[in-house]
């Protein structure tokens, strides 16, 4: 049988997106990534059983996003990973290398910022980048996914 543990959007002791903020979806996917990211450095690669995912949850105010970590309760390995997660998770990005940082429209230049089609259109995942200069989306690889019209 499968359950969770809820680990948080980032470190503890560093500033996260807030629900209601200018562009929180993305934001907040991005910090789940980076931290999931950072996870994943500092404690291996989940076992089999366990995997680190992003959770949505409902707010009064919509909805917010945090790191989880899925177990299999038959799979010992799995629930110590989890645990071993929420209890010694990095507190700080100090130890981070991974960066937040976003690469640069092959088209002209400008930062791109991370989301994508789906992200933009649904409200559903953050996956690849817009350039809202070209008004393109991009998939990680830098491929032109499609036209942003916004």
């Not at 009064?60 to 945090?66: A, F, I, S, V």
């Not at 038959?74 to 071993?84: E, K, L």
Request: aromatic fraction near 12%.
């Amino acid at each position: 049988m499968s359950d969770f543990v809820v680990i948080g959007p980032t470190p503890s002791d560093e500033e996260c997106a807030q629900v209601g903020d200018d562009n929180y979806f993305v934001q907040s996917q991005l910090e789940c990534r980076r931290f999931i990211e950072l996870l994943r450095k500092t404690f291996g690669p989940e076992p089999v059983g366990s995997y680190l995912t992003t959770k949505a949850f409902p707010h009064d105010y919509g909805r917010y996003y945090e790191v989880v970590c899925y177990f299999n309760e038959d799979v010992p390995v799995s629930i110590d990973y989890a645990f071993r997660c929420e209890r010694e998770a990095p507190t700080t990005w100090a130890t981070d290398e991974v960066g937040m940082t976003s690469p640069s429209c092959p088209e002209c230049g400008s930062m791109l910022e991370p989301g994508s089609a789906l992200a933009y259109c649904s409200q559903l995942i953050s996956d690849g980048y817009l350039c809202k200069s070209c008004k393109l989306i991009f998939a990680h690889d830098l491929t032109v996914l499609a036209n942003y019209v916004g």
